[in-house]
């Protein structure tokens, strides 16, 4: 009998149309698979209606009751007439839904462009959705969602890489000493910054999570929403030179600030939390490497390039981190 990890790595087509169908829709038979790899998500078509997106959750990752504290959060953002994609309910007020040993959760399709983070008013739209979330994200903390910790991104992301023999050989001394210093930098980072609020986030607040129309945005995948610093939902809007990063820092916060105060301070966390970011996202690559999907779509992972390349961007993460602070006038 096969296990929860190889029944997931092997769900097909007959699973994903008859999970639709038990939630008491008519599949057409046609299903396209969505760009997600942490979870398995598809469009299906649906007789004599538009079609729907399903995700498939993956097991082990959340338990139960994380997956709805976050449907509840999509769902009372939605409330406020923010335009977040909430899960759709059973009719019986359930978003989690179970069939045939999967969990998974039913949405409108919602199309859409990555935003034009160079068009005028673009980011200043953004920032005012974003401070409409952190509003309600303010008002009491998650109770099963974990939060965004040092330990957890940076020292168990290189820990792991080094424990499971990733790193090359010849990189494994210089990789070591690399985390270790950048972790020392990333502390110091959070202590310039200071006593920092945390409040409940979308946690994954980039371009491709965001769906630009005429009509105006929608935001989706709040998967990875947790706990942490506001900045942790704009930096990812920011890159580029110091200057370029300033005068986007100051469209976003224009936005940001008609309906949320900012606290400065946080701009010390911009580059430390980047610097998580990409520790992190390379220990995920390598604790899914057994799925067959992610040798598939991340052939350039694990090779020695890749962990050149990789050193080399944490080398100049360390030096971002020695620089002041972005300064929002």
Avoid at 83 to 109: C, E, K, S
Avoid at 115 to 136: A, M, S, V, Y
Avoid at 170 to 179: G, I, M, V
Wanted: proline residues 5%; hydrophobic residues 40%.
């Amino acid at each position: 009998m096969l296990n929860e990890k190889e029944s997931y790595a092997g769900l097909g087509p007959d699973q994903i149309l008859d999970a639709v169908e038990s939630a008491g829709y008519r599949c057409s038979g046609h299903f396209l698979a969505l760009n997600s790899y942490e979870n398995r998500v598809y469009q299906v078509g649906i007789e004599d209606q538009l079609p729907l997106v399903v995700k498939f959750y993956r097991p082990g990752r959340w338990q139960d009751a994380a997956i709805v504290e976050e449907h509840e959060f999509s769902q009372q953002l939605f409330d406020l007439e923010i335009p977040v994609v909430a899960p759709m309910n059973n009719g019986q007020g359930d978003t989690l839904l179970h069939h045939g040993g999967f969990r998974f959760a039913l949405f409108a399709r919602r199309g859409g462009m990555s935003p034009e983070l160079d068009k005028p008013g673009t980011l200043e739209q953004l920032g005012r959705f974003i401070g409409r979330i952190h509003n309600l994200g303010a008002v009491k903390p998650f109770s099963t969602r974990p939060s965004l910790e040092i330990e957890s991104f940076g020292v168990d992301s290189y820990q792991y890489l080094l424990e499971q023999g990733f790193i090359p050989s010849a990189l494994q001394e210089a990789y070591r000493t690399l985390a270790e210093d950048l972790i020392d930098r990333v502390r110091a980072s959070y202590q310039r910054a200071g006593d920092v609020s945390l409040l409940r986030l979308h946690g994954d607040c980039h371009p491709s999570n965001i769906l630009w129309t005429d009509a105006g945005a929608h935001i989706v995948d709040l998967d990875d929403a947790r706990m942490g610093p506001a900045i942790q939902d704009l930096w990812m809007f920011l890159s580029g030179d110091r200057a370029y990063m300033t005068a986007r820092l100051a469209d976003l916060l224009a936005g940001y600030t008609e309906f949320r105060d900012f606290n400065p301070r946080e701009l010390h966390l911009l580059e430390a939390l980047r610097t998580l970011r990409m520790m992190h996202y390379a220990a995920w690559l390598a604790r899914r490497w057994d799925d067959p999907a992610f040798p598939m779509a991340f052939p350039w992972f694990n090779s020695e390039r890749y962990w050149d390349e990789h050193v080399l961007s944490l080398r100049e993460q360390a030096a971002q981190m020695d620089e002041p602070a972005l300064v929002w006038n």
